[in-house]
Nanobody, 122 residues
């Protein structure tokens, strides 16, 4: 059974940084496109960033481009989200997601983590 476990969330002041981690219990982790999504209270879940399984290419939501960086360590079955220059509007529950051998960044993720709370104070 695939499990995704996020960590690294917390409370930070505006302008600060956090690094989220997601450890996956997937035997063939390198074959999965990995994504980060977030959901703020009263809002729909939205795409944040993703890294493709085949070539390591990445994509980001416009709202986080230049501030967030997604990366992966296949040897550790882990995907990271480095978040810099955080803003209050970045506050949300952040979810890690995975899907097998997909070129698409945005849709149809099959496995999801439980989420980690990020709160940015002004």
């Amino acid at each position: 059974q695939v499990q995704l476990v996020e960590s690294g969330g917390g409370l930070v002041q505006a302008g600060g940084s956090l690094r989220l981690s997601c450890v996956a219990s997937i035997r063939t982790f390198s074959s999965y496109t990995m994504g980060w999504f977030r959901q703020a209270p009263g809002k729909e879940r939205e795409f944040v960033a993703a890294i493709r399984w085949s070539d390591g290419n990445t994509d980001y939501a416009d709202s986080v481009k230049g501030r967030f960086t997604i990366s992966r360590d296949n040897a550790k079955n882990t995907v990271y989200l480095q978040m810099n220059s955080l803003k209050p509007e970045d506050s949300a529950v952040y979810y890690c997601a995975a899907k097998y051998r997909s070129a698409d960044y945005y849709f149809a993720y099959y496995y999801w983590g439980q989420g980690t709370q990020v709160t940015v104070s002004s």
